[in-house]
């Protein structure tokens, strides 16, 4: 099945370096709302209806109230797909546990949110060191990210701006798919997009759809994750498809 002529096309495909300035907003498809008992076939699809890549979101039921998938997913969605940027989101209490194993089972991104650094007052020394981890994710050969939850001030990032690949901006709280957009946090993003290198992209997560993504890339998003909107619609290709379109309302092009 993997090698099938049918599916010739993945393994020609080229891999994305979310580095380079995109022409157009990258769309992130968030396997949390595929059908999990047929994921590659769902990834593949997506993919060929012009995704640009795949958002893998990791819960531990500690830092976010649900459990979804770890490293073992994440491997079996790139033996079937070996050419497509993986993005994983880690919405777990020590990412750095973890850095190791999303490497080796093919990951090509890590983001892990600041709140469970020892730069946020509420965990002080008990929170990992957010520098030193984004050096593990480096040497692990790894673009990294970090994540703000929508209570975090965008500011918190400003002294990492330099050094991750990712800022992600949480429009939901971490958790499930399908919660509404929170309209409030797109400040961040200006303030994301006005202070971050060209080489950094802004990625909103949480309830992006067709509704909302013309304010994300009005403020500045250049990575739209979308979950639901996508999987949830009969027409995925025109949804993915409405997703690029923002590009016409993009802070970039302006
Ligand atoms: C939420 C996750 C999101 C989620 C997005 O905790 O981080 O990536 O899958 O789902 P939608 O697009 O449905 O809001
Ligand atoms: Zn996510």
Redesign the pocket.
Known sequence: MVFSEKWKWVYDMAMIDIKEKPSHPLVAV?I??ADFGQMAVDCRDVIEKRSDLL?V?V?DGHF?P?LTMGADMLKGVRKHLPNVYLDS?L?VEKPQDYVEQFAKAGSNNFSFHWEVTSDNPERGASGVDAADLIKMIHDHGMDAGLVINPDTQAQVLEKYLGDIQVALV??????????K?MPEVLEKVKWLRENGPDAMRVEM?????PETVNDCAEAGCDMM??????F?SNDRAGVIEALHESAKHWWWTK
């Open positions: 968030s949390l709302s958002h979101d819960m976010a649900n989101h919405m949480m429009s939901v709280w971490p958790g499930f798919s399908g919660q957009f997560d949480g309830g992006v759809s994750v979308s979950a639901s909107a996508v949830g």
